[in-house]
């Protein structure tokens, strides 16, 4: 199914190559005029740094991808096949002069199978057969160029040999010799299968020359009786045989997946190893608003489509955004790098309908206090920064990616890990201080509290719903769950330190939130007779005001005392009750003082 949707997605795109060909960048062209002499490389990337690139052209594909043997494009290649020089390797590893060799021979071949029908397809036969390696190596652009090793686009007084209308015609013209046919899997049609199907490329981690989606080894193990038998064949087929497909398909799916996986596509979230893409059977302009929930804007251009995502908002509010279009299907593939191949992470299809409804229901489980929701304030990328240690993408599980995003589309529990994650960093960082101040900063930030409601909510929604309250946006007075309730009194027994003791550089946060949130009986004995004291210093009227949401808070837990452990479910509700209080305590600070509502 995944590759039947790329390839109707592909049918629906005319702006796509055709078969037989394919979008490239070209960093450099290797110039040479009519008669086929070199007359240098000449720069085609534009922008400057990071955002320097090569510029586009349309040029023959291989159809297929290389392997570790010696195949040649047409008309376009690195160095070593284009004129025969040997390049050093970047893993240090020597060059071998023999199979270069054999590697310009095989593209100086495919060149010859053009025949002489064109003027320019003859200039550049008549360079391939006076080559003169000592002037290519002595241009001015000779070590850019061969530090690079990136293919090269032939072109003739600078215009790509490619872009003439008569060049085509004869590529088009001639065709290779038609391989073994069969009925493709993907079309049901009679068809060339192909053995290697064209090289995917745009999946971080992937080789940066592309992988394979479907792919079938073809190597040489040893038998059981310790003769030699073909590996992974069954009944004499090797390779695409064991899962044929045909030549016409195998192009469509991977140019359509090349097409949403480019830089620059708008359909596409990279968050941890996980390459995400969406796109609908139908055109529509929600395949490219659906990433808004998963990505973040650049941080050179924060307020990037900006409108687009409060559009998106109301929209997915309102529910105008499936009115027009209830039935037309919506498709989501993740996919990461494994060795050699891409795997499949997850696959969801649905309709445009479905999938809205379900990207309301995970925004709704993630609101919390102050309400974001109309915001792109709670991106998934974000969200398991949030979690990860130091708060580096880099060290997202890997596994935790394809779990919560196949939660999100299937309307399913969260997984386990991601609230396990969510309260282990939090005590990881429960005495976390600012560098510049030395004050302590929030350890339970509003994306982990996000989070952690999400998952406690789901988790009770699935299972036994009438034995919990769910977890609201705001302070919920009327929950007992003691995880709850420990959790305000908590924060408001940090508040009383606070308003006691002034800025101090140990709070009871720093040294006791992990003991509180776990095994409530080895500190909340400490706590509340450390209270008397903070309570005395206080003046009277404000004594009386916490002595009263400490009764409140308290009346609410078991007369049996303090529970001796919390099981990871409490200590998520420890945490948001927790974060609740305090959010409660500076909401009403601000009001009193006629601030606006303050965010910690």
């Known amino acids: 199914m995944i ?10 795109k005319p702006d796509l190559p055709r078969e037989g060909w394919e979008r490239r ?34 040029v023959p594909s291989l159809g297929e991808k290389k392997g570790n043997g010696i195949k040649a494009n047409l008309l376009w290649e690195n160095l070593e096949y284009l004129f ?51 002037k290519i190596q002595s241009d001015p652009l000779w070590p850019t160029v061969v530090k690079r ?25 001639v065709t290779k010799s038609p391989g073994k046919v069969g009925r ?37 193990a040893n038998g059981i009786n310790g003769g030699a038998v073909p590996a992974f064949s069954s009944f004499l087929k090797e390779q695409g045989n064991n899962s044929p497909i045909g030549k016409c398909a195998s192009f469509a799916y991977s140019t359509g997946l090349n097409y949403l996986l480019r830089k620059d596509s708008k359909q596409k979230v990279q968050i941890g190893d996980a390459t995400t893409v969406f796109w609908s059977a139908k055109e529509s302009p929600f395949e490219c608003a659906v990433p808004f929930f998963f990505s973040e804007p650049p941080k050179d251009d924060p307020d990037k489509d900006i409108e687009a995502v409060k559009a998106l908002y109301d929209s997915i509010w309102n529910g105008s955004f499936a009115i027009p279009e209830d039935e037309n299907r919506f498709f989501v593939l993740g996919l990461s790098p494994n060795s050699a191949r891409i795997a499949v992470r997850f696959w969801t299809e649905g309709s445009v309908r479905e999938i809205g409804s379900l990207l309301k229901r995970h925004v709704d489980d993630l609101a919390i206090v102050p309400d974001r929701r109309r915001e792109n304030a709670l991106p998934l990328r974000r969200l398991l920064r949030a979690i990860a240690s130091q708060e580096d993408e880099k060290n997202i599980p890997p596994n935790l990616v394809g779990e919560t995003m196949r939660a999100i589309f299937s309307g399913t529990p969260y997984p386990a890990t991601l609230l396990q994650a969510s309260v282990r ?13 030395g004050h302590s900063e929030a350890h339970i930030t509003f994306e982990r509290a996000a989070l952690i409601k999400a998952c406690l909510n789901r988790s009770l929604r699935f299972g036994n719903p009438q034995r919990e309250k769910e977890m609201t946006m705001g302070l919920d007075v009327f929950n007992n769950n003691v995880g709850y309730r420990l959790g305000r ?34 500190v909340f004995g400490n706590l509340m007779r450390l209270r008397v004291h903070h309570l005395a210093k206080l003046s009277v009227g404000l004594r009386i005001i916490r002595e009263r949401q400490m009764q409140e808070i308290v009346s609410g837990i078991p007369s049996i005392g303090f529970p001796a452990h919390l099981d990871l479910a409490d200590q998520g509700r420890f945490a948001i009750g927790y974060y609740h209080q305090m959010q409660d305590l500076f909401t009403k600070r601000h009001e009193n003082n006629g601030v606006e509502r303050k965010t910690i």
Request: hydrophobic content about 35%.
């Open 3 to 12: 590759l039947q949707a790329l390839k109707e997605y592909y049918d629906r």
């Open 25 to 58: 960048e070209f960093s450099y062209l290797a110039v040479i005029d009519l008669s086929g002499n070199f007359l240098g490389f000449k720069e085609m990337s534009e922008g400057v740094g990071q955002k320097k690139r090569g510029k586009e052209y349309l």
């Open 84 to 134: 025969g020089i040997p390049v050093q390797r970047k893993n240090g590893k020597p060059p071998d002069p023999e199979r270069v060799g054999r590697q310009h021979l095989a593209f100086e071949e495919r060149v010859k199978l053009l025949g002489k029908k064109s003027g320019k397809v003859n200039a550049v036969l008549s360079f391939l057969n006076q080559l003169d390696k000592a």
């Open 149 to 173: 090793n990136q293919p090269m686009l032939i072109a003739i007084d600078g215009v790509p040999v490619t872009d003439d209308p008569e060049v085509r015609g004869v590529i088009s013209s």
């Open 184 to 220: 493709c899997l993907v079309t049901g049609l009679e068809n060339e299968i192909v053995p290697l199907e064209p090289p995917i490329k745009g999946v971080r981690g992937a080789n940066p020359t592309g992988a394979s989606l479907v792919s079938v080894n073809n190597k040489v």
């Open 425 to 437: 960093r939090i005590r990881a960082e429960q005495g976390k201080k600012n560098k510049k101040t």
């Open 489 to 522: 009194l908590f924060a408001l027994l940090e508040k009383v330190q606070g308003e006691a003791q002034g800025s101090t550089n140990s709070t009871i946060r720093d040294r006791f939130y992990g003991g509180a949130s776990c095994s409530p009986v080895t």
